[in-house]
């Protein structure tokens, strides 16, 4: 199985900040890298599916980067409504597995 | 509207069963591969199984396999996983969600959910 990381856990920054968000799979998996946001009580919402392409309807501060094993998803400038969950998740091989997702609080 | 609605948990004694379903709307369900997708109390997400669009190809996390099964009716668009043998740990909100090639990539992605359904596995 491919296992994911994600750091921080836990983050918390104000609106407008840039925040960046890291993902590592424990082997390549080229750009097969999606992110969700979640909020509490709420499914998952995709975000950026293949590393780095943004899914419809998603505001254009977040962009995702990388390829192989490490992988980011940046919000430019924080808004009010992203304080949620962000998970990452590899889609290359069965099992699908999730990152542990990292909590964004506000300060 | 594109739309997944969940429907089935509820609280379950240790060892018992459960069958959930998950209604599909608003695309061609049956040219979609669906999976089920869990969450714990408090916890992280954890994928449980997939099915393939035609149902031939299924596949489970380790930590259900044997004890669920996955199964699809395309022609009333819906999604089920049957539960047996049912455990504390497997406590959690339980969503489907749609296994889509979104955009010209051809990486797959869980584009749709739906809202969840609470499963309790309790005596």
């Known amino acids: 199985d491919i296992q994911m990381t994600q750091s921080p856990s836990s983050l918390s920054a104000s609106v407008g900040d840039r925040v960046t968000i890291t993902c590592r799979a424990s082997?390549?998996?080229?750009?097969?890298l999606n992110w969700y946001q979640q909020k509490p009580g709420k499914a998952p919402k995709l975000l950026i599916y293949?590393?780095?392409s943004l899914q419809s309807g998603v505001p254009s501060r977040f962009s995702g980067s990388g390829s192989g094993t490490d992988f980011t998803l940046t919000i430019s400038s924080l808004q009010p409504e992203d304080f949620a969950t962000y998970y990452c998740?590899?889609?290359?091989?069965?099992?699908?597995?999730f990152g542990q997702g990292t909590k964004l609080e506000i300060k | 509207e594109v739309q997944l609605v969940e429907s089935g948990g509820g609280l379950v004694q240790p060892g018992g069963s459960l069958r959930l379903s998950c209604a599909a709307s608003?695309?061609?369900?049956?040219?979609?591969?669906m999976n089920w997708v869990r969450q714990a109390p408090g916890k992280g997400l954890e994928w449980v199984s997939y099915?393939?669009?035609?149902?031939?190809?299924?596949y489970y996390a380790d930590s259900v396999k044997g004890r669920f099964t996955i199964s699809r009716d395309n022609a009333k668009n819906s999604l089920y996983l049957q539960m047996n043998s049912l455990r504390a740990e497997d406590t959690a909100v339980y969503y489907c969600?749609?296994?889509?090639?979104?955009?010209?990539?051809?990486?797959?992605?869980?584009?749709?959910w739906g809202q969840g359904t609470m499963v309790t596995v309790s005596s």
């Open positions: 969600a749609r296994d889509a090639i979104v955009g010209a990539t051809s990486a797959p992605a869980f584009d749709i």
């Open positions: 608003g695309f061609t369900f049956s040219s979609y591969e």
């Open positions: 099915i393939s669009s035609s149902g031939s190809t299924i």
């Open positions: 082997q390549s998996i080229s750009s097969y």
């Open positions: 293949a590393a780095s």
């Open positions: 998740q590899q889609s290359y091989s069965t099992p699908p597995h």
